[in-house]
């Protein structure tokens, strides 16, 4: 069974600005691949099908890696990257 994720504040925010919302968040936190961080975090990446415009160019994959503590009861999610892809590759 998952933890339950706790966003903070400027969590949220980042999602408003960056093209992304909680549902991708907990996705990739879920399904994504996992790396470490600075201190004890860890980064999830996961790939979701774009084929959008955003910001005058159009891109295939956009990538959310949101940054995560886990703790014994909950997982923390202080902030999340978002990185959108031209083509069909991404990392």
């Not at 790396?35 to 956009?62: D, T, V």
């Not at 703790?71 to 031209?86: G, K, N, R, V, W």
Request: proline fraction near 2%; aromatic fraction near 10%.
């Amino acid at each position: 069974m998952m933890k339950k994720i706790r966003f903070t504040r400027h969590a949220l925010e980042q999602c408003q600005e960056r093209g992304t919302n909680e549902a991708e968040i907990t996705e990739a936190i879920k399904s994504g691949t996992r790396e470490p961080a600075k201190s004890g975090r860890q980064l999830c990446r996961f790939n979701f099908e774009f084929g959008k415009h955003w910001q005058g160019s159009h891109y295939a994959i956009k990538q959310v890696a949101p940054v995560i503590k886990e703790e014994a009861d909950e997982i923390s999610c202080d902030y999340s990257l978002h990185f959108l892809f031209l083509n069909e590759r991404a990392i």
